[in-house]
C-alpha cells in the first residue's frame, strides 16, 4: 500500500511556521480566558505546598500519576506562587509538541494543519494544564528519532524513560514502542547482526527501559487503588461496552455544543457510538493490513489504552480515551518507515486493497472533524467560564475576605478556588485542613448537616466568623448566615459555587436533627 498522504517539500517551511504561529496564538488566547479547574490546581497546589521533592513524592501516593510534571512544577513554584506560570510551561510543552510534530513528521501540509488544529493538539492537550501533553511531547520526539532509530538506541531508551514518567497512557506508549524496537530485527532477520554490532548500546539501553517501567508503576500505585487492579479481571459488558465506544468518541470528540460541552459527545445513544467505533476500528485495521508491524503497534496500543479505560473506569474522560486517537496517529506516521507486505490471503488482499482505497478520504474525514471539534471546544472555552473557581476567588479577594478560616464542600470542587486564592481551608467530609486535597476514602457519615456543625464549631473556636464556599445551597434560616453571592456559570458542572459568611456567636448552638433533615 503506497502512502496516500505525500511527504512535504522542503518549500513549506514557512508554511510550516505560519502554522505554529496560529497555533501559538489560538491557544494563548484562550489560555488567557481559561479558568483552571481542580484537577489543574490540584498539581500546582501539591508542588507549591511541598518543601522538598521527598515531601512533594509523599503526598502524592494517593495520585496514582508518576512524578515528573509535577517535579516540574515543584521547581518553578520556587520561584512564583502564582499558577498561570504553570499554564506558561504547559503551553510551552504544547508549542513544542507542534514544533517537532510539524518539522518531522512526514505528512502532507494539509494534513499537517488539520492535525495542529484538531481538539487533542489544541485544546485537550494545549488549553488544559495536565501531564498528558508532557507525555504526547515526548511521544513526537520519539517518533522523530524513530527513522535514525539504529544509531540511537540508548537515547531512544532514554526519550522511553521520560514518557513512562508521565502518566499511565505514557507508560503504554513506551511499552508499545519497546516492543517494536525489539520485535523489528526479529521480524526482518536482523537481530543476530545487530546484537553483535550495538550491543554496548542495546544492554544499557534495555537496563534503562526496564527502570522506566518499575519507577512509573511504582509511582502509579496508590494505597487506595493498587498495580493488582490491572490483573483483577471482572467481566463487566457495561462497562465493556462504554470503554469500547471511546474509540468513536476519541476519533470523532465533538461535543454537544452545550455550555456544559467537557466531555460529551454529539452522538448521545452508546449503540451508535459503539457501532460506529466498530466501524472505525474496522477502517484503520484494514488500513494497516499490508504493514504488519504497524499494524501490530497499533492493535496492541489501541487493546492496551481500552483495557486501562476498562479497569479503571475512566470511559468518561476525554483526557484519558483521548490516547486511542493519539495511537491511531502513531500508527500512520509509523506506515512511512515500514514497506509492504504480500498478503498470501486472497480476503486479507482484498481487505487491505480496500483499506488502500479509504486511506486518504478516511484519515481527511477524521481530521476534519478534529478540526470542528478542537475549534468549537476553544470557542465555548472562550465565551463561557471553564470554572467559576477564578471568579469566586477574584469575589473574596476584592472584599478582603481571604483572611477568614475557609469552610469548603464538597472537598474536590471548593479546592479550585484555594488553587487561584493561594490559602487554605477545612473539608469536613475529608476531615482535611490544606489547599490540595488527600484523594483517600471521604467519610461517608457526614453529610450536609454535619458539616454546618463542623462550621460552627470552628467558629466558636476561633471565635470568628466564617466564609463558607459550597456546592450547595443551606437552609439560610437554620444558620446564621449571611448570602454572599452565587456563581454558577461554569462548563465543570460541580464547579459552581454559593458562598456564605457564617456569624460568630458567642453561645453555644446546638441544632437538632430534625426528621427528613439527616441529609
Given at each position: ?14 508554511y ?58 515543584f ?24 514544533f ?10 494539509w ?13 485537550e ?9 508532557f ?8 517518533m ?22 508521565t ?8 511499552i ?32 534503562v527501559?526496564i ?14 487503588v493498587?498495580l ?37 459527545n ?15 476500528l ?30 479503571y ?8 480515551f ?43 474525514i ?21 470554572s ?18 475557609m ?83 461554569s ?29
Amino acid at each position: 500500500m503506497k502512502n496516500k498522504i505525500k511527504k512535504d517539500a522542503p518549500s513549506n517551511k514557512h508554511y510550516e511556521w505560519f502554522l505554529l504561529a496560529g497555533f501559538f496564538s489560538f491557544v494563548l488566547a484562550i489560555m488567557l480566558k481559561h479558568e483552571m479547574w481542580r484537577d489543574e490546581l490540584q498539581a500546582w497546589m501539591l508542588a507549591k505546598a511541598s518543601h522538598s521533592l521527598p515531601q512533594l513524592f509523599h503526598i502524592m501516593q494517593f495520585e496514582r500519576h508518576p512524578r515528573l510534571w509535577h517535579s516540574c512544577l515543584f521547581v518553578i513554584s520556587r520561584f512564583t506562587g502564582d499558577p498561570r506560570a504553570m499554564q506558561v510551561f504547559h503551553l510551552s510543552i504544547a508549542v513544542t509538541t507542534i514544533f517537532v510534530f510539524l518539522k518531522y513528521s512526514p505528512f502532507s501540509k494539509w494534513i499537517k494543519a488539520l492535525f495542529v488544529f484538531g481538539y487533542f493538539p489544541l485544546y485537550e492537550y494545549a488549553v488544559i494544564s495536565r501531564n498528558y501533553a508532557f507525555g504526547i511531547l515526548f511521544v513526537v520526539i520519539f517518533m522523530a528519532l524513530y527513522p535514525r532509530r539504529k544509531q540511537h538506541y540508548f537515547l531512544l531508551a532514554i526519550v522511553l524513560f521520560l514518557m513512562a514518567q508521565t502518566n499511565a497512557f505514557g507508560l503504554l506508549f513506551s511499552i508499545c514502542f519497546a516492543v517494536i524496537l525489539i520485535a523489528e530485527p526479529l521480524f526482518d532477520g536482523t537481530f543476530s547482526m545487530l546484537t553483535v554490532r550495538n550491543r554496548w548500546l542495546i544492554i544499557p539501553a534495555i537496563i534503562v527501559f526496564i527502570l522506566a517501567v518499575f519507577f512509573s508503576l511504582l509511582q502509579i500505585k496508590s494505597p487506595a487503588v493498587g498495580l493488582n487492579t490491572l490483573a483483577e479481571i471482572k467481566f463487566k459488558p457495561f462497562v465493556l461496552a462504554l470503554s469500547f465506544e471511546t474509540i468513536w468518541k476519541s476519533y470523532v470528540p465533538i461535543s454537544d455544543f452545550s455550555s456544559h460541552f467537557w466531555n460529551t459527545n454529539l452522538i448521545g445513544s452508546g449503540v451508535v457510538r459503539s457501532f460506529l467505533s466498530l466501524v472505525l476500528l474496522a477502517g484503520a485495521v484494514a488500513m494497516f493490513l499490508k504493514k504488519p508491524m504497524v499494524l501490530f503497534f497499533y492493535v496492541i496500543g489501541t487493546l492496551g489504552a481500552l483495557a486501562i479505560i476498562y479497569q479503571y473506569h475512566v470511559f468518561k474522560y476525554v483526557r484519558h480515551f483521548g490516547h486511542l486517537f493519539i495511537f491511531f496517529i502513531v500508527a500512520l506516521w509509523l506506515s512511512y518507515s515500514w514497506p509492504e507486505r504480500k498478503l498470501k490471503s486472497r480476503l486479507l488482499q482484498r481487505l487491505a486493497d480496500f483499506g488502500t482505497r479509504i486511506y486518504k478520504p478516511f484519515v481527511v474525514i477524521i481530521l476534519l472533524l478534529q478540526v470542528v471539534a478542537g475549534l468549537s471546544a476553544g470557542a465555548l472555552d472562550w465565551m463561557h467560564p471553564f470554572s467559576a473557581s477564578r471568579q469566586t476567588a477574584r469575589y473574596i479577594r476584592q472584599r478582603n475576605l481571604n483572611g477568614l478560616s475557609m469552610v469548603g464542600d464538597l472537598a474536590e470542587p471548593a479546592s479550585a478556588v484555594c488553587g487561584y486564592l493561594g490559602g487554605k481551608m477545612y473539608y469536613p467530609r475529608r476531615k482535611q485542613y490544606g489547599s490540595y486535597i488527600i484523594y483517600n476514602e471521604p467519610d461517608k457519615n457526614i453529610r450536609t448537616r454535619q458539616v454546618m456543625q463542623k462550621a460552627l464549631s470552628i467558629s466558636k473556636q476561633r471565635k470568628e466568623d466564617i466564609l463558607l464556599v459550597l456546592n450547595w445551597k443551606p437552609h439560610e434560616g437554620e444558620y446564621p448566615l449571611k448570602k454572599l453571592g452565587d456563581f454558577t456559570q461554569s462548563i465543570v458542572k460541580d464547579e459552581q459555587f454559593h458562598l456564605y459568611l457564617l456569624k460568630y456567636l458567642s453561645r453555644n448552638l446546638i441544632l437538632p436533627i430534625k426528621k427528613g433533615q439527616n441529609n
